[in-house]
């Protein structure tokens, strides 16, 4: 079955950095889409990053463009999300899953029928 579990979630001030993963289970994740997401408190689940297989197209939120990162190690199971820059608005649960897409593309949209992992708490205070 597919299983995700992200690490790495932690406190830090602003303008520190975080590098959060997320482990894949139960699925060839060289041919997945895979975006990571975030709650912050009182509020829905957004889009944070995406991406589609091969690593070729990456796509980001408007609000973390130029200060997070998102990488893939096939061989290790692995998507990462290395976030710099960090600002109090960044608070909240960071989720991974796998999303939809086209060809060698990905959307900040979670597929339907994929579970959600159990998420990290990422705290950005000074």
């Known amino acids: 079955q597919v299983q995700l579990v992200e690490s790495g979630g932690g406190s830090v001030q602003p303008g520190g950095s975080l590098s959060l993963s997320c482990a894949a289970s139960?699925?060839?994740?060289?041919?997945?889409?895979i975006g990571w997401f975030r709650q912050a408190p009182g509020k829905g689940r957004e889009g944070v990053s995406c991406i589609g297989p091969g690593a070729g197209w990456a796509d980001y939120a408007d609000s973390v463009k130029g200060r997070f990162f998102i990488s893939r190690d096939d061989a290790e199971n692995t998507v990462f999300l290395q976030m710099n820059s960090l600002k109090p608005e960044d608070t909240g649960v960071y989720y991974c899953?796998?999303?939809?897409?086209?060809?060698?593309?990905?959307?900040?949209?979670?597929?339907?029928?994929?579970?959600w992992g159990q998420g990290t708490q990422v705290t950005v205070s000074p």
């Open positions: 899953a796998k999303t939809r897409g086209y060809s060698d593309r990905c959307l900040l949209f979670k597929n339907d029928n994929d579970p």
């Open positions: 139960g699925f060839t994740l060289e041919h997945a889409r």
